[in-house]
């Protein structure tokens, strides 16, 4: 069981930036994706950025030129720079990794969720 450790969420006034970490503490055999997720009132989950191991990224439109995620695979940690805040960005950002089973991938690999953290954008 892996569990993933979420910080630095908060409340900034618009234009404004934060940067979000997520953790997975532990000895595990890699993690194949990392990405951020987030969740306002009365909507769904939507993805906001993923890397891959290799570093591959993807980013959800609303967040483009915006966001930026980056990972450190030696500590197993991802992060989200977000900058210039809208209202529309508030919401509860979770973050999300996908976890090998064995030390290939062909072994399979397991989903993993953080608790969720919230972020609000307000003035």
């Known amino acids: 069981q892996v569990q993933l450790v979420e910080t630095g969420g908060g409340l900034v006034q618009p234009g404004g930036s934060l940067r979000l970490s997520c953790a997975a503490p532990g000895s595990i055999f890699g993690i194949i994706v990392m990405g951020w997720y987030r969740q306002a009132p009365g909507k769904q989950r939507e993805m906001v950025a993923t890397?891959?191991?290799?570093?591959?990224?993807s980013y959800g439109d609303s967040v483009k030129g915006r966001f930026t995620i980056s990972r450190d695979n030696t500590k197993n940690t991802a992060y989200l720079q977000m900058n210039s805040l809208t209202p529309e960005d508030t919401a509860v950002y979770y973050c999300n990794a996908l976890v090998q089973t064995g030390p290939t991938i062909a072994q399979g690999a397991d989903n993993y969720w953080g608790q969720g953290t919230q972020v609000t954008v307000s003035s």
């Open positions: 890397i891959t191991s290799g570093g591959r990224l």
